[in-house]
């Protein structure tokens, strides 16, 4: 079955730059999407299409896409920002949905 | 304001029986394909399942395909998930999510979740 991959965990200190990247193989096909989870919360989309911020999303996340992997980078990391992400996509035939496993991003 | 609320999860012994709930408003929902996700305590989101927006294709994950059947009546905004012979794996918080317009994709609205427990 079709999976991506990210790191499980990045740390940063406030101020600094998070990148959570997340491989798999029909990413040159498909978008990536990207989550943000805070314990006790539903997820909260911030990333679409690769590189697309969704309104009330703030401008320190953005996405970028380079052959099988995709990366999430947040600029300017604040302290609000720690949180779980999740990058998804879909395998190549667009049939299936998965989601990467998570990266916990700690901020120091 | 744009709401999904789910409903149905409980304590359900191994073999047995579910149907979920998801109740819809603040959009058009026979315009948007939907989703169930779930996630197991202390683990990541896995995805469930997919139903367009005429409920006419659907998809689902290897480990409940033939088991998990996704619906949804356009006509009261409410998305459903039939879950039957559960197994103690199945135990997660159930998000139902909407998708963005196609071809965009993502899920831009996630209900509250529901817990269902797979327990004897």
């Known amino acids: 079955s079709y999976e991506l991959t990210q790191p499980p965990s990045v740390s940063v200190s406030p101020g600094q730059t998070a990148r959570i990247t997340c491989s798999g193989d029909a990413l040159p096909k498909q978008y990536a999407y990207w989550y943000q989870q805070k314990p006790g919360q539903a997820p909260v989309l911030v990333i679409y299409k690769d590189s697309e911020r969704p309104s009330g999303i703030p401008e320190r996340f953005s996405g970028s896409s380079s052959g099988t992997t995709v990366t999430l980078t947040i600029s300017g990391v604040q302290a609000e920002d720690e949180a779980d992400y999740y990058c998804?996509?879909?395998?190549?035939?667009?049939?299936?949905?998965?989601f990467g496993g998570g990266t916990k991003l700690t901020v120091l | 304001e744009v709401q999904l609320v789910e409903s149905g999860g409980g304590l359900v012994q191994p073999g047995g029986s579910l149907r979920l709930s998801c109740a819809a408003s603040g959009f058009t929902f026979s315009s948007y394909w939907m989703h169930w996700v779930r996630q197991a305590p202390g683990k990541g989101l896995v995805w469930v399942s997919r139903?367009?927006?005429?409920?006419?294709?659907?998809s689902y994950a290897d480990s409940v395909k033939g088991r998990f059947t996704i619906s949804r009546d356009n006509a009261k905004n409410t998305l459903y998930l039939q879950m039957n012979s559960l197994r103690a794996e199945d135990t997660a918080v159930y998000y139902c999510?909407?998708?963005?317009?196609?071809?965009?994709?993502?899920?831009?609205?996630w209900g509250q979740g529901t817990t269902v427990t797979v327990s004897s």
């Open positions: 998804q996509s879909a395998d190549s035939s667009g049939t299936y949905e998965v």
């Open positions: 139903i367009n927006s005429d409920g006419s294709s659907t």
């Open positions: 999510t909407k998708c963005r317009p196609q071809p965009d994709g993502g899920m831009d609205v």
